[in-house]
């Protein structure tokens, strides 16, 4: 005796074979063996096209199987080697599962990471009880700012993106996507510093395209020039450019695509006011994070005083020259006359 399954796959039929080889006869169901000799003959026919479409059936079952398997393989290959650190986070907090990129940041192996609570990770624990108390609110994190610590002990800036996974109305776990944002972090903050460096300047510092368009102007140069940085961006450089001067910003231009810095070059610039003012600059061309020449800084110094002592020097030195030359000329008439 055997089953006759409404369903079979490979294994049963596998089975079926073996169960048959081990016996010298096998007898079919009673359907077969009371049916009338043309009538048994349409019935094996019906069984043999059932028996091919079942094993096609069961190939393309087994295929798929396949498949899926690899793909399963392939995603868990995926995830475990992504750059971006991904975790898994029960309701209660807890972290169960973590990705290589994830621990590197936690700064902690597997052993050390899995069964703990997501805050011993955050700077701020408080960061962390909120962040869940989102998600379990049916809320998603997106681009969330906050600060790791690490086992190692050390702080790392990141921005998650985090949601929750539910089932049958339940939290089941969280899904955390971390991206380290360190690097990031002291470049802006970096920037800041600089920025505020620049607009803390004694000295007047503009940029420029390589067009000779304003990029930016900070207080100094409000201060020298008579134009607000609203008044100033957007415009040609040569708002400043006295109109005699202007082939020579033309050459100042050239020379910044090729590369080549201007240092403390004397010249002459106008206000706003239209009063001519003697500067001393300083240019260097901007180069983006590829290296290319994008823009140029100027770094411009006031030195219509200087300009102005020495002009005042020189007139004193020739005013003492004519002075000893009128001696001299008067020492000689006298020697003449006596």
Same mark, same amino acid.
């Given at each position: 005796?055997?089953?006759?399954?409404?369903?079979?796959?490979?294994?049963?039929?596998?089975?079926?074979?073996?169960?048959?080889? %081990?016996?010298?006869?096998?007898?079919? !169901? +009673?359907?077969?063996?009371?049916?009338?000799?043309?009538?048994?003959?349409?019935?094996?026919?019906?069984?043999? %096209?059932?028996?091919?479409?079942?094993?096609?059936? &069961? %190939?393309?079952?087994?295929?798929?199987?396949?498949? =899926?398997?690899?793909?399963?393989?392939?995603?868990?290959?995926?995830?475990?080697?992504? =750059?971006?650190?991904?975790?898994?986070?029960?309701?209660?907090?807890?972290?169960?599962?973590?990705?290589?990129?994830?621990?590197?940041? =936690?700064?902690?192996?597997?052993?050390?990471?899995?069964?703990?609570?997501? *805050?011993?990770?955050?700077?701020?624990?408080?960061?962390?009880?909120?962040?869940?108390?989102? =998600?379990?609110?049916? +809320? !998603?994190?997106?681009?969330?700012?906050?600060?790791?610590?690490?086992?190692?002990?050390?702080?790392?800036? &990141?921005?998650?993106?985090?949601?929750?996974?539910?089932?049958?109305?339940?939290?089941?776990?969280?899904?955390?996507?971390?991206?380290?944002? $360190?690097?990031?972090?002291?470049? #802006?903050?970096?920037?800041?510093?600089?920025?505020?460096?620049? *607009?803390?300047?004694?000295?007047?510092?503009?940029?420029?395209?390589? #067009?000779?368009?304003?990029?930016?102007?900070?207080?100094?140069? +409000?201060?020298?020039?008579?134009? $607000?940085?609203? *008044?100033?961006?957007? %415009?040609?450089?040569?708002?400043?450019?006295?109109?005699?001067?202007?082939? /020579?910003? #033309?050459?100042?231009? !050239?020379?910044?695509?090729?590369? /080549?810095?201007?240092?403390?070059?004397? $010249?002459?610039?106008?206000?706003?006011?239209?009063?001519?003012?003697?500067?001393?600059? $300083?240019?260097?061309?901007?180069?983006?994070?590829?290296?290319?020449?994008?823009?140029?800084?100027?770094?411009?110094?006031?030195?219509?005083?200087?300009?102005?002592?020495?002009?005042?020097?020189?007139? !004193?030195?020739?005013?003492?020259?004519?002075?000893?030359?009128?001696?001299? /000329?008067?020492?000689?008439?006298?020697? /003449?006359?006596?």
């Amino acid at each position: 005796a055997y089953p006759m399954p409404k369903g079979v796959d490979a294994a049963d039929l596998r089975n079926f074979d073996r169960i048959c080889a %081990q016996h010298s006869r096998v007898i079919p !169901t +009673e359907s077969y063996i009371n049916s009338a000799p043309e009538a048994r003959l349409k019935l094996v026919a019906q069984l043999q %096209q059932k028996a091919r479409a079942l094993e096609w059936e &069961v %190939q393309r079952r087994t295929m798929v199987e396949r498949a =899926l398997a690899d793909r399963d393989r392939e995603l868990s290959d995926f995830l475990e080697n992504a =750059l971006e650190g991904l975790l898994k986070v029960g309701p209660d907090g807890t972290v169960f599962w973590v990705n290589g990129a994830g621990l590197e940041l =936690l700064g902690s192996s597997e052993a050390h990471c899995i069964g703990r609570s997501i *805050e011993d990770f955050h700077l701020d624990p408080g960061d962390a009880r909120e962040s869940l108390r989102r =998600l379990l609110a049916g +809320e !998603t994190l997106r681009n969330h700012a906050t600060v790791l610590r690490g086992m190692d002990g050390a702080a790392r800036h &990141v921005r998650i993106a985090a949601n929750a996974h539910w089932d049958a109305g339940k939290l089941t776990h969280s899904r955390w996507f971390v991206r380290d944002d $360190t690097h990031e972090q002291l470049a #802006e903050n970096a920037r800041a510093h600089l920025a505020a460096i620049v *607009e803390s300047s004694d000295d007047a510092i503009v940029s420029k395209t390589l #067009e000779g368009i304003i990029r930016s102007w900070n207080r100094a140069a +409000e201060r020298l020039f008579g134009y $607000t940085a609203e *008044e100033a961006v957007g %415009q040609p450089i040569t708002l400043i450019v006295p109109p005699e001067r202007v082939q /020579e910003e #033309e050459e100042i231009l !050239t020379k910044l695509r090729n590369g /080549e810095g201007i240092d403390h070059f004397e $010249t002459v610039r106008v206000a706003k006011s239209g009063r001519r003012i003697d500067v001393a600059l $300083t240019i260097s061309p901007i180069r983006n994070a590829n290296g290319f020449i994008i823009g140029a800084s100027k770094v411009a110094r006031d030195i219509s005083e200087r300009k102005a002592a020495d002009r005042a020097q020189r007139r !004193t030195i020739g005013e003492l020259k004519r002075a000893e030359e009128a001696l001299r /000329e008067a020492d000689r008439r006298k020697d /003449e006359f006596l």
